[in-house]
């Protein structure tokens, strides 16, 4: 979700403007998604590298993140939405981490879509804790590591049980990945736009489904 500073910058406004503008554009694409035929959506609010930004700029999204989970999550579980997350999000503030175990408790059940929001994630991080976990498990002889395969690695990921993304969405014109479900992203269709994620909208998310919709599919094969 970038662009939220440089929208601020051209507005003259403090950088938190920009991220506050950045939450109504999750608003409205969260209400949009379903429409538009997506079942899954995950967004990158908070990266593992985020932290090395000003302590009071990493305190004011863990408080739009917090304020955003406070005041949506009724709608959400009433329009059918399952908030998920994945990174190291247990890692976060424990009041916070409540909150969130309470949203994911609430909307379990719900399966118009399903919300991811990627939280002190990194995918290097994400393969490293998977690496940990495999590891202990050949310690332990649970497991055999000649018996690993693409499966077992996938099966310990923050996202197991989900499946690839279709479409990366990169807003603001960045051309990186930037440690995004770096694993996952394999055969997924990028698209880039230069619209700032605070002007994000219905429309703007139509318009990438339509460009994803256009690309033809090999998955390596021909
Ligand atoms: C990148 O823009 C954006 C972020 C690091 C934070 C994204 C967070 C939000 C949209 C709000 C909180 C999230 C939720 C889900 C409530 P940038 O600051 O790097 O912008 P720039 O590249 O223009 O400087």
Request: net charge negative.
């Amino acid at each position: 979700m970038d662009g939220n500073g440089r929208w601020a910058k051209a507005r003259r406004l403090p950088r938190v403007a920009g991220h506050r503008a950045g939450v109504e554009a999750v608003r409205r694409v969260v209400e949009a998604a379903p429409d538009l035929g997506i079942e899954v959506l995950t967004l990158y609010a908070f990266s593992s590298e985020n932290w090395k930004r000003p302590a009071d700029e990493v305190s004011d999204l863990m408080g739009l993140l917090n304020h955003y989970i406070r005041s949506e999550v009724k709608d959400l579980h009433k329009n059918g939405v399952r908030l998920d997350f994945i990174g190291d999000w247990k890692a976060l503030k424990p009041d916070l981490v409540k909150l969130l175990e309470d949203a994911r408790t609430l909307t379990a059940g719900n399966e118009k879509l399903v919300l991811i929001m990627a939280l002190n994630y990194g995918g290097q991080d994400e393969m490293v804790r998977a690496a940990r976990a495999l590891a202990a498990e050949a310690v332990a002889g649970t497991l055999d590591p000649a018996a690993i395969t693409i499966d077992t690695l996938a099966d310990r990921l923050d996202t197991a049980g989900l499946p690839p993304p279709d479409l990366v969405l990169r807003t603001s014109g960045e051309m990186r990945l930037s440690n995004f479900l770096l694993w996952q992203s394999a055969y997924a269709e990028f698209v880039a736009t230069d619209t700032l994620w605070p002007d994000f909208d219905r429309a703007a998310l139509a318009g990438a489904v339509a460009e994803f919709a256009t690309r033809e599919r090999r998955f390596g094969g021909r």
